[in-house]
């Protein structure tokens, strides 16, 4: 076994998480060099377990949460902003491909003919509809004040 081995445990057999036990016991009892920094390891564990722990300053764990918020935030707001581009970048696209499609196949020189038709066909229909709108808006009323009175009845009463 090498220096390096042991050295890797001796913080962990100092702390008393762990043993030393076959290989690493056996380099300890013969590496004078690995034993020393096991004393010394052990040394300092013992001055740092006398020492108390410091008490934390006041409002440190608000300040503390509230630094990890705000990083959050921020990283937030990163992803946001790249979503928002991409979906830009990908609207454009869709738009231009769009165009394209239209001037290359001549769509373009019937589109006004086609918006006349529509035009004059949502008039049409506006006007055939327009008769029975009472009917609907009294349907529509009647139908939200049954759910009002629904989730009245149903709402949890705590006292």
Known sequence: MFCDE???SVEAIAAGETTA?????DHLATCPNCAAALVAARQL????????APAPPPQFTARTL??????????????DVGFNAAIVVLVVAVFGGVWMLLN??????VS???????????????????????????A???????LAVWWWAERDVTL
Do not use: I, K
């Open 66 to 79: 509230a630094r990890v918020r705000r990083a959050r935030w921020r990283s937030d707001q990163f992803v």
């Open 112 to 138: 006004s003919d086609a918006v006349d038709l529509l035009g004059t066909g949502l008039v049409s229909l506006v006007r055939r509809v327009a008769p029975s709108l009472p009917l609907y808006a009294g």
């Open 21 to 25: 036990e076959g290989r690493v016991a």
């Open 104 to 109: 290359r196949t001549g769509l373009v020189a």
């Open 6 to 8: 042991a050295l890797d």
């Open 45 to 52: 564990e013992r001055v740092l377990q006398r020492r108390g």
């Open 140 to 146: 529509a009323a009647l139908l939200a004040s049954a």
